[in-house]
DNA sequence: CGGGATCCACCTGGATACTG
DNA sequence: CAGTATCCAGGTGGATCCCG
């Protein structure tokens, strides 16, 4: 999408947003991380008209979450790879099936997490890496990190106040946006 | 976004996708998820047109993911909360941070996950919920579900086939697209 | 202050055709 | 088969103005 301003914010949501906020880029990324490889396996496969999914894959190239690569000599015959930047993107993709599955299919799972090994049906949890406790999302937040800018500091300082109850007060962010 | 053959899918990620598969939306959950409840709130933190926004806003709370509640009577004056489905997508943004800070963020982490109440830095991991093991990205894999139609299945069994080296296999699907 | 309406340049994305 | 090129309708999103 390259929607630029998301890029150069200091949110890190937001620099991943200026990657893959849109459809098609995590559409591909989706097919690719199962399996797929080529152009047209990803045309069909995700329905997308040939000029998009050209710049969809050089997009993701710039970006570094894939690369391509030769496999045949003659005729010349490309795949596309994910980086580890692209493998990364993984547990994104898990968290959008869940949610998917759990709001948007009524008729049941279309799709079904699994080991790969025994195809053992699994369902996961958030621990705690340390104490090894299961996390619930409401029980933890995104705060400021070591290296949070101005504009981070703001709107969780501002955040701060308004869930404290002091009103009124106006959300004015040292730059525009964040 | 509103990318309407997204909608008719049968692949969760990709009804996912239909709801919040543009930047803008996903930076509105963001906010609210982070607590901002406010139009003018969104308009600043996210650095929006107000026009976008009203149809994001419009677009979210018909798909369910968040509500407009009036909060004063003179002059009316409303806030937009999130719903159970919109609270439900907050795994999907902590997935995004995280993607975002390890690869995005050459400088730090501008944010940084904390348990609510202690403050705590919280590393998480996703263990099987069965046997309390850590589980690895690369050991899962999204595989046919109980209610998966045709499409599902056909990508599957094309790419079980196109792992295990049977060449040359063509990817048609039954339908168009999925 | 909390939005909605309008205008408009630009980009997206579908269809189709074409090339190596 | 793996794309690129062209055309074009329609949507997106920024700016601006408006109204209660």
Redesign the pocket.
């Known amino acids: 999408?390259?929607?630029t301003?998301l890029y150069e914010t200091s949110c890190p949501i937001a620099r991943s947003l200026g990657r893959i906020g849109?459809?098609?880029s995590v559409m591909i990324l989706r097919d690719i991380t199962a399996g797929f490889t080529?152009?047209?396996?990803f045309q069909k496969s995700c329905?997308?008209?040939?000029?998009?999914?050209?710049?969809?894959?050089?997009d993701l190239i710039d970006d570094g979450l894939l690369e391509?690569v030769k496999y045949s000599l003659s005729?010349p015959?490309?795949?596309?790879q994910l980086t580890q930047k692209g493998k990364d993107f993984r547990p994104v993709l898990l968290a959008l099936a869940v949610w998917g599955t759990k709001h948007f299919s009524p008729e049941g799972p279309q799709l079904q997490l699994v080991e790969t090994e025994t195809h053992r049906p699994l369902r996961t949890a958030m621990v705690d890496a340390a104490t090894g406790e299961v996390v619930v999302p409401e029980a933890y937040s995104l705060v400021p990190g070591p290296a949070a800018d101005p504009i981070i500091r703001y709107r969780h300082a501002y955040l701060r106040q308004k869930k404290a109850g002091v009103e009124?007060l106006?959300f004015t962010p040292p730059e525009k946006q964040g």
């Open positions: 999408m390259k929607n301003p849109d459809s098609w080529r152009f047209d396996e329905g997308i008209a040939p000029n998009i999914l050209s710049r969809r894959l050089k391509k005729p015959r490309y795949e596309y009124p106006k």
